[in-house]
């Protein structure tokens, strides 16, 4: 059940899917080009990927939606890096061919060459690079009606995201009402299932990102936009607010979890279950505490606590990361943040709110129940 | 054409600058000394070098910014500023190079050379070329001045509607943004026209428009191209403020509107804007490069076609910049393709100046070697460009470290490389001194190294997913080596320019003496004496070609340009106009003398913007009558304002 949880390894995953998604284009007449391409492209940047973890990198892909995009990523990454090769090769060559004039050669009156040489290079260059130019423009318009839309026209899941000013809201959405929930900053789906994603925003304008499996949509104030995708296979995502949005635009990740349908159901079930009646009268002061100090922005289904300004925190101890991705969920980090939260994102409209050590204690021992 | 007292036929004589017709001008047109005519002059070479040194003032200053932008980023997690600091630190930089550096730096070229490339004595408004130069430098303080105040703009230099309205934004840090632009697209649009009617109308004889320097055209277009352009800015900036100040509701979603008509007016000037701080570097290009390379520019009616045609394609590509939008399939089909295909009259350039160089013989010196790094980072900056132009993998590209790449690459590279070259190519015709050739040398590998080591890494934290405009990071995403080698980057290509100034420096006083023409070059300005003499041209020359310096030894055609032998003007401050197409002469303009009131109406107009920045409204009124009162006595009309040449040579 937990083996989802563990960091996707994509050092090992952009290897594999890039020799996997060669099929898609191998038997394209741009065959060599792209091999070449991917070839330097992996040169680029083998020290980083292969040396450490890249959660946001988009060199590989890991959904329906994604999968086009990616080749059509690398077959224009392998042109560009071709292109920019033969262009030194030329400046090089012609500049260091022999017939070149030291610099202190001048002054003195020169011989100038005719200007009727020359204009072939023109023809051909701007020829075959209009034809490539060409040929790009159609792969992208044929790749970008490939994607526009999710496969039959409707999606598995439907979830609604609002962008907040330094979270993420995730609605589930159902026709019943009772199976209606929220939750914040991580987003749970079924693996192989086609996910979409309605988005608005309470405030800026954000962008909704999970590099591996959809590229960007923008959370604009006034309009409703759309956005899906699927994960081919379990795993966690990594996504992250890219449209620049103020003091804390870069605390605003989240993760997309992908599990098999099962592990879904069950998350979801257990997602609708309200927190329990304290069972003891300090277990009671300890919700009372809670609510108090914090319930006025923050709700835990079941309690008292109905705030809409932050993040819902109902089953918040089940979550990997607090502070839209800033800190690791511990009990060390959970304290620190609701100690001072300024200190970790300022500026964030969480306030200081000077809880006395009692206070802190209630209020985490509380939390901690919240699984 | 009946022939009244206004028609003059002028004489056609030899002279040199030794002659009585030199000295006549000179006293004609030389600029008095002292404080008042330092204040007051109008002559296009002071003003070109004014607005050059100027931007390279605000070269520094974003300089400054980005080097501590790069030490905060140099690590993961560091907190060497807070988020606010950083968040106006990347603003100003981004708004300092774009808007205050990268175009007023090629506004000052072109004031300087364009006169002489067209073998004329100054600008067609010269008194408005002045104003046009004090308005640039007030906008900047005025935009400077929200530092002093600790609100500096901070919500990006593209300035997003509703993070820059006043909900989100109630400090005075946007004001002044929105002020300081509107102020310097006056200087922007004005400085236009008079590009635009210079080049059009004040051509020497026989400079018809396909004889036209290579490198007025990239002004031309540009100009053309900005006329167009900067209303919509302009607009923009105005309708922010007025949402600011009255709540207009032009931007906000709940007063019926909507946020992203921010996003179309401002990338609908935005996308010629950045053709316009790269078309005149690039045409400097294609004027220097042909001269280091021994021969004519291959191609010279594509280029200037391809000039002309990126700058109309410019005009249908600003949805690139809102791929990510939530636009419809159609739209982002027809966008993305045309942002694809405007690279073809790039690759015009491209192949124009490698074929300069493979048919020619270059000499490699440092703006050769500047000329060359240009056209590498040139390719870099292109086909990263390209790539965003496909709009899926825009998607993934867009607002991460790729796209800072990109636009570095464009900036820097099609931007301060090839100024960097038109300065040490041009340097000895504004001071009479070369530039240390040695300093030189290391000059371009300094900063050709430094700047791909600071920037070509940012591609490959932009692939491993680095979001843009973000103060720190955290650690084992990856980013953190590439970006260490990027602020280590950013320091070396800093100490490239650093050494730049240094040898200017140095050269100004203790260069070699350059002599009229030091690179043996084809076009006009190599004519006159290094520095030219106030006049420039002590006899309008008369135009065969388009190399006059060399066309001798070209052998084109029988019909020679004359140079030494030309049409008198002496009759006071003059100037000819000629058709625009084909050069006739068809007038003789008579030009200003120097003013002080360009001068006092740039301040009157500061005064208005000053004023609606503090809300002291009726100081505002005061300085509008003001300006008002100023123009009137500028533009009282004067006898004998034009005569007609009545004249075919």
């Not at chain 1, 329906?64 to 995009?69: D, K, L």
């Not at chain 1, 100038?112 to 075959?128: D, K, N, Y």
């Not at chain 2, 001008?25 to 008095?32: D, H, I, S, Y």
Request: aromatic residues 12%; glycine residues 8%; contains cysteine.
């Amino acid at each position: 059940m937990l083996s989802f949880l563990r960091p996707v390894d994509t050092s090992r995953v952009s290897w594999r899917g890039i020799q996997s998604s060669f099929p898609a284009y191998a038997r394209s007449p741009a065959r060599a080009l792209v091999t070449l391409g991917a070839a330097f492209g992996l040169l680029l940047p083998a020290p980083c990927v292969a040396s450490a973890q890249t959660p946001l990198s988009y060199l590989s892909a890991q959904g329906e939606r994604a999968y086009p995009i990616n080749s059509l990523l690398w077959a224009l990454l392998g042109i560009s890096i071709a292109v920019i090769i033969i262009s030194i090769v030329f400046v090089l060559l012609g500049t260091l061919r022999g017939n070149a004039l030291p610099g202190n050669a001048l002054p003195g009156r020169l011989m100038v060459e005719s200007p009727r040489r020359g204009i072939g290079w023109i023809v051909v260059g701007v020829g075959t690079s209009t034809a490539v130019l060409f040929g790009a423009a159609v792969w992208t318009v044929v790749t970008l009606a490939a994607v526009s839309s999710p496969p039959g026209g409707h999606a598995d899941l439907y979830l609604e995201v609002t962008g907040h000013q330094w979270w993420w809201e995730v609605l589930y959405k159902d026709p019943s009402p009772s199976l209606t929930f929220k939750t914040a900053n991580e987003i749970h789906i079924p693996a192989g299932r086609t996910v979409s994603v309605a988005l608005r925003t309470a405030d800026v304008i954000h962008s909704f990102w999970v590099p591996s499996l959809t590229g960007k949509t923008d959370l604009i104030p006034g309009q409703i936009n759309q956005t899906w995708f699927s994960a081919s296979s379990s795993g966690v995502y990594r996504g992250q607010c890219t449209e620049y949005c103020g003091r804390q635009h870069a605390h605003m990740a989240f993760e997309v979890f992908a599990d098999d349908t099962a592990a879904f159901k069950a998350w979801r079930d257990h997602a609708l279950q309200l927190v329990p009646a304290p069972v003891s009268a300090e277990a009671a002061a300890d919700v009372d505490a809670f609510v108090r100090k914090c319930g006025a922005c923050h709700a835990v289904g079941g309690t008292r606590a109905g705030g809409i300004l932050g993040p819902d925190l109902s089953h918040l101890m089940s979550r990997r990361t607090i502070a839209a991705g800033a800190l690791p969920n511990s009990i060390g980090h959970l304290s620190a943040w609701i100690a001072d939260p300024q200190h970790v994102k300022p500026g964030a409209y969480m306030p200081r709110l000077d809880v006395t050590g009692p206070e802190l204690t209630r209020i985490r021992r509380f939390l901690l129940t919240l699984q | 054409m009946t022939v009244t007292s206004y028609e003059r036929i002028p004489e056609i004589v030899a002279a040199d600058h030794d002659s009585a017709i030199a000295r006549r001008l000179e006293a004609l047109w030389q600029t008095k000394p002292g404080i008042v005519g330092w204040f007051s002059t109008v002559d296009h070479k002071r003003i070109g070098i004014r607005y050059i040194m100027t931007a390279l003032l605000f070269l520094l200053a974003g300089g400054i910014e980005a080097l501590i932008l790069r030490l905060q980023l140099a690590q993961p997690e560091l907190r060497l500023l807070t988020p606010e600091q950083y968040d106006q630190l990347f603003t100003m930089h981004g708004i300092t190079m774009i808007l205050w550096y990268a175009f007023p730096v090629l506004t000052g070229f072109s004031v300087y050379l364009q006169p002489i490339l067209l073998g004329t004595r100054d600008m067609a408004f010269p008194r408005l070329n002045a104003f046009t130069y004090w308005i640039f430098l007030s906008s900047g303080i005025l935009l400077y001045a929200s530092f002093a105040l600790g609100a500096a703009p901070n919500a990006g230099w593209f300035n997003y509607t509703p993070y820059s309205s006043l909900a989100f934004n109630p400090g005075m840090n946007i004001d002044f943004y929105a002020l300081a632009n509107i102020l310097l697209g006056i200087s922007t649009t004005l400085g236009s026209i008079n590009f635009v009617v210079t080049i059009l109308r004040e051509r020497a004889p026989g400079m018809s428009i396909n004889r036209l320097p290579i490198m007025s055209w990239g002004t031309l277009t540009t100009s053309v191209g900005l006329l167009f352009a900067m209303p919509s800015v302009t607009l923009a900036f105005f309708f922010l403020w007025m949402d600011r100040q009255f709540g207009s509701h032009i931007f906000h979603s709940a007063g019926g509107s909507q946020p992203l008509l921010w996003q179309h007016l401002f990338w609908i000037w935005g996308h010629p804007w950045v053709y316009a701080i790269v078309l005149p570097a690039i045409s400097m290009i294609s004027q220097i490069l042909p001269v280091n390379c021994r021969r004519p520019l291959v191609g010279y009616t594509a280029v200037a076609l391809a000039t002309v045609l990126t700058m109309v394609l410019g005009f249908g590509v600003w949805l690139h910049h809102m791929f990510a939008t939530g636009l419809s399939t159609l739209a982002l089909s027809f966008f993305g393709a045309v942002s694809i295909l405007i690279v073809i009259p790039s690759a015009v350039s491209f192949f124009a100046w490698i074929a300069t160089i493979w048919t020619g013989r270059p000499v490699l010196n440092t703006s050769f070697l500047f000329c060359a790094g240009f056209i590498v980072v040139f390719v870099i900056g292109g086909v990263s460009g390209f790539m965003t132009g496909a709009v899926p993998v825009d998607w993934q590209l867009t607002d991460t470290y790729f796209v800072v790449a990109h636009i570095h690459y464009v900036l820097i590279g099609w931007n301060l490389f090839a100024v960097v070259a038109g300065i040490y190519h041009w340097f000895p015709k504004m001071t009479g001194r070369l530039l240390d050739e040695r300093l030189g040398v290391w000059n371009f590998w300094l900063m050709f190294i430094g700047f791909n080591v600071g920037f070509f890494p940012m591609h490959i934290s932009g692939l491993l997913g680095m979001p843009r405009r973000v103060y720190t990071y955290p650690p084992a995403m990856g980013w953190d080596s590439l970006n260490l080698i990027t602020t280590i980057g950013s320091y070396l290509f800093a100490l490239g320019v650093a050494l730049l100034l240094v040898n200017v420096a140095i050269s100004r006083r203790r260069g070699r003496i350059a002599g009229r023409n030091p690179w043996d070059a084809d076009s006009l300005e190599w004519a006159t004496p290094s520095p030219p003499a106030a006049y420039n041209f002590v006899v309008i020359p008369v135009i065969a070609s388009r190399w006059p310096l060399w066309e001798a030894r070209l052998q084109m055609g029988s019909q020679l340009s004359s140079l030494d032998r030309g049409l008198v003007l002496d009759h006071g401050k003059e100037v000819l106009a000629s058709s625009s197409v084909d050069a006739e002469p068809e007038v003789i303009l008579k030009m200003p003398e120097d003013s002080i009131l360009p001068l006092a109406c740039a301040i009157a107009v500061t005064v208005v913007f000053v004023a609606a920045l503090l809300h002291v409204w009726w100081l505002a009124g005061i300085a509008t009558l003001v300006v008002a009162l100023l123009a009137l006595v500028w533009l009282w009309p004067r006898d004998r304002l034009a005569q007609t040449a009545g004249m075919h040579p």
